[in-house]
């Protein structure tokens, strides 16, 4: 598993054609309930791609660029 950070280069992994930037990370409370109540917080990372659009992205949905 991979800490990622702001400044670091990542791509999507269903969308490799489209390198980014992180420019932030932001906490998401997670909307699904398991038998025990509901689940952790999700890291969502917003990417600025290579042709200036900005995307948000799971972090456990990136991979590093190299």
Known sequence: M???KP???VMHYQQ???PGVIVEIVKE???QWMVGGTSQERLVAVIR???NTTSN???SDLR???
């Open 7 to 9: 400044g670091m280069r």
């Open 29 to 31: 409370k997670s909307k």
């Open 57 to 59: 992205f799971y972090t």
């Open 64 to 66: 590093l660029e190299e």
């Open 16 to 18: 490799m054609h489209r």
């Open 49 to 51: 791609h290579d042709d």
């Open 2 to 4: 991979t800490n990622f």
